[in-house]
Antibody, heavy 120, light 110 residues
Framework: QVQLQESGPGLVKPSETLSLSCTVS????????WSWIRQPPGKGLEWIGY???????NYNPSLKSRVTISLDTSKNQFSLKLSSVTAADAAVYYC??????????????WGQGTLVTVSS | QSALTQPASVSGSPGQSITISCTGT?????????VSWYQQYPGKAPKLMIY???NRPSGVSNRFSGSKSANTASLTISGLQPEDEADYYC??????????FGGGTKLTVL
């Protein structure tokens, strides 16, 4: 059974960089799309971006200038960096795996989510 | 990319059927079969309920079904049960090889 677990600071100062990691257990990080998705308190889901096991990435156009997603296959982990954060970036951040091996479109495994607050 | 459009809320009585719509454009919902639906309880991660417009993952009740017509996808829940009360989100693959979510719909079982 594949399991995903987010980790990282729960508090980030404005203008600094948010950094989170997602550790995948129970399966290989190879041959799948791995995404980050966030949900501000009381609001809807927003897709942030993906990394494929080859290292290819794509990001939400609204966040593209501030987002980097990377992969560490040796640790079975992928990571998110979001720079220049503001209060609008406060959210529960989820990592998720797509059910397809070669197509993006349906997230069947999710982490439990981690709340990130932005405050000085 | 603009969020897909869903009604903010729907409601129904136990045993009834409800339908939640999800409207996009020809660049997302209308152009691809990769439309999914998720169920989310408060404080929990979303759960995949429908993928590829009308397919259910193993373990999802057959009371949940999906369809699509042009740029609008729909989720139908038949035989409503109290445990169906949750938030529901649609998503679609897009022409830009990204994913876009709907704004979410709160389902109330009266």
């Amino acid at each position: 059974q594949v399991q995903l677990q987010e980790s990282g600071p729960g508090l980030v100062k404005p203008s600094e960089t948010l950094s989170l990691s997602c550790t995948v257990s129970g399966g290989s990080i190879s041959s799948y799309y791995w995404s980050w998705i966030r949900q501000p308190p009381g609001k809807g889901l927003e897709w942030i971006g993906y990394i494929y096991s080859s290292g290819a990435t794509n990001y939400n156009p609204s966040l593209k200038s501030r987002v980097t997603i990377s992969l560490d296959t040796s640790k079975n982990q992928f990571s998110l960096k979001l720079s220049s954060v503001t209060a609008a970036d406060a959210a529960v951040y989820y990592c998720a795996r797509d059910r397809y091996q070669h197509q993006l479109g349906a997230f069947d495994y999710w982490g439990q989510g981690t709340l990130v607050t932005v405050s000085s | 990319q603009s969020a897909l459009t869903q009604p903010a809320s729907v409601s129904g009585s136990p045993g009834q059927s409800i339908t939640i719509s999800c409207t996009g454009t020809s660049s997302d919902v209308g152009g691809y079969k990769y439309v999914s639906w998720y169920q989310q309880y408060p404080g929990k991660a979303p759960k995949l309920m429908i993928y590829e417009v009308n397919n259910r993952p193993s373990g999802v009740s057959n009371r949940f079904s999906g369809s699509k017509s042009a740029n609008t996808a729909s989720l139908t829940i038949s035989g409503l049960q109290p445990e169906d009360e949750a938030d529901y989100y649609c998503s679609s693959y897009t022409i830009s090889t990204t994913v876009v979510f709907g704004g979410g719909t709160k389902l109330t079982v009266l």
